[in-house]
């Protein structure tokens, strides 16, 4: 009978009121008890639509015409409040910036069940029983704002969780996630799904969620369902250039295609000298009075680097960078930007040598439009106007988003909000590019494209990048900074530092089969690679 499933979606289709072209189109599934549903597709092909329509922010809160319908056990929740529909679904938002309301983590896990009106005890033995789920009680007396992406995300799962809901809707839960969290939270689904919960899970780390066996793959093109069914029939139906499946798979797939091109790496970086651009000597700080969140980092960079920051969450990653950029500064020693000390500088003044991407695109979106808010930086560093009209279109271009100059940044989907951002500093020309999780919410060819056209841009000297995607150092850096508890633990080539495999699973890093496939290969390449290039290896 349909109303022991959980989930039916018959026909659906939804077009937002200010886009021309429908988000996604003619979508039918059902969902059963006790699922891991994972859901797979290139950015903005409808995925973050499909979860707002189920969990009933459309049509409440994002209107437009919307035609099929849903149901949940049988019910068309279509004339219920968002607060009995929060009690069947639950949601973990792309981006927890945008779920997080509370100060204090204990109220922000309590905040849902107060809502409910339960009594105090209650709420406070859900809230705790939620905490300690997801081994995060440490955190229960923490100020949110303090608290790390990854550990926001947890906060935000916490609170769903909290809520008991039979239906829970995962978009991009490992967006923000050290490895070795990701692999805990994947593990903690498996058992959800396990216990009964119905686990609908959108995600482009393909790859780490193919280990807790999902039970259906759906892939999402351009609105629509192109493929439904069980895992052995993913490799088959996909394009790997969109989703991301491991490394010999890519690798035996791309042997029929051409070979990519040779990667050039910041044209012309090498040529002006090699003094430091930036020095960090003995910095510490903490964010509150008697505790330090860095301790003694010493480091230079140079001229030529591509750096990628790895480490935990809560290391102190996106505390160092903004030290670089001069939003934080020392609480001893100090941070120099072309020989100027940071507390010397107005952040204004740094940015014509750093721009910044924020790890969250809400710190940073707020125009009416794509083109206003690409145009925004340069207008503020006095370029002229002709030059920044030929700025907006080069970075659209880099970012693959050129159809959308017109449309509102905070229309779009989180994975398109994040390549805005990036957009928005590529306009402005900084000498170093410092990006905190650049490749959160991209689909594997959308990040592999602007990547590739970031690091040839001749305008850039040095590039910085915190991620937690291992892959992205292996590809593209040539130094690698490990991080743990505030301190720098490694400072290095890729390959020295990366195949260390104790010291990467102390630092909550998981070897990846790119890494593999490239250590393996090693003593042919003398460098890494990616998988395509690995590909076409003369054998």
């Known amino acids: ?35 891991i549903l994972l859901i797979a597709g290139a950015s903005g092909c409808g995925k973050t639509t499909l979860i707002r329509a189920i969990n009933g922010l459309i049509p409440r809160s994002y209107k437009g015409e919307v035609s099929g319908r849903i149901l949940l056990y049988g019910q068309d929740p279509s004339g219920w409040p968002l607060v009995r529909i929060s009690q069947i679904v639950g949601t973990v938002l792309q981006d927890p910036e945008r779920q997080i309301l509370g100060t204090k983590v204990l109220n922000e896990v309590a905040f849902g069940l107060e809502n409910l009106g339960l009594p105090r005890e209650e709420i406070l033995r859900r809230a705790d029983a939620a905490l300690e789920y997801l081994n995060i009680s440490s955190l229960r007396l923490r100020e949110t704002y303090n608290l790390s992406g990854g550990e926001k995300q947890k906060v935000a799962l916490a609170g769903v969780l909290a809520m008991r809901p039979k239906i829970l809707l995962l978009d991009e839960p490992l967006a923000s ?3 070795a969290s990701a692999s805990e939270t994947l593990a903690m689904v498996r058992r959800l799904a396990d216990e009964g919960m119905t686990v609908l899970m959108v995600e482009h780390r393909v790859e780490d969620v193919l280990g807790i066996r999902p039970d259906r793959v759906m892939f999402m093109s351009e609105g629509e369902i192109r493929y439904l069914g069980p895992l052995k029939g993913l490799e088959k139906a996909v394009d790997y250039r969109e989703v991301k499946l491991p490394a010999e798979v890519i690798i035996r797939r791309a042997k029929a295609d051409p ?3 040779p990667l050039t790496v910041l044209p012309g970086a090498a040529e002006r000298g090699n003094e430091p651009i930036v020095r960090f000597e003995n ?10 969140v860095l301790h003694g980092i ?74 206003d808010e690409l145009a925004f930086g340069p207008r503020n560093l006095h370029h002229p106007k002709e030059q920044i009209e030929k700025e907006v279109k080069e970075a659209l271009r880099i970012v693959n988003l050129s159809d959308k100059e017109k449309d509102p940044p905070l229309a779009l989907s989180f994975g398109q909000q994040k390549r805005v951002s990036i957009a928005a500093i590529l306009a402005m020309r900084s000498r170093i590019l410092v990006m905190d999780e650049p490749t959160a919410g991209q689909d594997y060819q959308n990040y592999m494209n602007f990547m590739d056209s970031i690091l040839q841009m001749p305008g850039f000297e040095a590039i910085l990048f915190i991620t937690h ?53 090693f003593p042919r390449t003398g460098r890494f690679l990616r998988a395509e290039a690995l590909a076409h290896l003369p054998s």
């Open 1 to 35: 009978m349909s109303s022991d499933l959980p989930l039916i979606v018959e026909d659906l289709s939804f077009r937002y009121r200010d886009r021309a072209e429908a988000a996604i189109r003619g979508l039918s599934f059902e969902a059963r008890p006790g699922e």
């Open 177 to 179: 996630l050290d490895p």
């Open 283 to 292: 910095v510490t700080f903490g964010y509150e009075a008697g505790t330090e």
């Open 469 to 521: 995607d291992v892959d992205l150092a292996v590809i593209y850096a040539n130094r690698v900074l490990l991080m743990a508890e505030g301190r720098l633990v490694a400072d290095g080539a890729p390959q020295e530092v990366l195949r260390d495999t104790e010291r990467l699973e102390a630092c909550r890093l998981v070897p990846t089969s790119l890494l593999a496939a490239n250590l393996k290969r």
């Open 298 to 371: 010493n480091l230079n960079i140079r001229r030529g680097d591509v750096i990628a920051v790895l480490g935990p969450n809560g290391a102190g990653k996106t505390t160092f960078v903004k030290h670089a950029i001069g939003l934080l500064k020392p609480r001893s020693g100090r941070v120099l930007v072309d020989g100027h000390d940071t507390r010397q500088a107005s952040v204004a003044e740094i940015a014509s040598t750093l721009g910044y991407v924020f790890q969250s695109p809400s710190h940073m979106l707020f125009a009416p439009t794509v083109y």
């Open 259 to 261: 070979p990519p091109p």
